[in-house]
T-cell receptor
């Protein structure tokens, strides 16, 4: 299946822990994104990479660190997890996303719960 | 004030009804306008997009953009229970060189059989 995939789908962890979420796309796209969706369904961009180069870095705590080992992968590492980090995190990809608009394809999401 | 405002609902309608979903925005620099549909526990998927004022139709769905009023709408005709989902409007600035989407909060729609 051609798609954007994320692992894990669910993540339950204690405050203060460090965790990672992985994203892979096999669509051949050159741009990947991380979004956070809060409990009110508000979806907000966090980061974007184009050809492994960081092009969007929103006002996100530096506890969040994205890493793109290649064009097909974009991982998100979160240090010292806090209660407010509980949300659904979506990965997305597009082709040629650096200018104008190109359709973004979203993954199924990772539901993070911090206890 | 958010850049894009969308009534979160929930909106409940009987099957067969015409549904109207709306977003307003404050910055006239937005150029591209999209509607995404998100089923429960799934990722958003693109439903329609447009970049000019006027109407765009695709089956039972019509997207409408009024740039002078800074207002966009999505109409669903003959609504079906399978249309029950959250609908998110999204926009991109004319000058964007990052592809950054600005989303509305999403409207939750329930179509009752």
């Amino acid at each position: 299946d051609t798609a954007v995939s994320q692992t894990p789908k669910y993540l339950v962890t204690q405050m203060g822990n460090d965790k990672s979420i992985k994203c892979e796309q096999n669509l051949g796209h050159d741009t990947m994104y991380w979004y956070k969706q809060d409990s009110k369904k508000f979806l907000k961009i966090m980061f974007s990479y184009n050809n492994k180069e960081l092009i969007i870095n929103e006002t996100v705590p530096n506890r969040f660190s994205p890493k793109s080992p290649d064009k097909a992968h974009l991982n998100l590492h979160i240090n010292s997890l806090e209660l407010g980090d509980s949300a659904v995190y979506f990965c997305a990809s597009s082709q040629g996303g650096a200018r104008g608009w190109n359709e973004q394809f979203f993954g199924p999401g990772t539901r993070l719960t911090v206890l | 004030q958010k850049e894009v405002e969308q009534d979160p609902g929930p909106l409940s309608v009987p099957e067969g009804a015409i549904v109207s979903l709306n977003c307003t925005y404050s910055n006239s620099a937005f150029q591209y306008f999209m509607w995404y549909r998100q089923y429960s526990r799934k990722g958003p998927e693109l439903l329609m997009y447009t970049y000019s004022s006027g109407n765009k139709e695709d089956g039972r769905f019509t997207a409408q953009v009024d740039k002078s009023s800074k207002y966009i709408s999505l109409f669903i005709r003959d609504s079906q229970p399978s249309d029950s989902a959250t609908y998110l409007c999204a926009m991109i600035y004319r000058s964007s060189n990052t592809g950054k989407l600005i989303f509305g909060q999403g409207t939750t729609l329930q179509v009752k059989p």
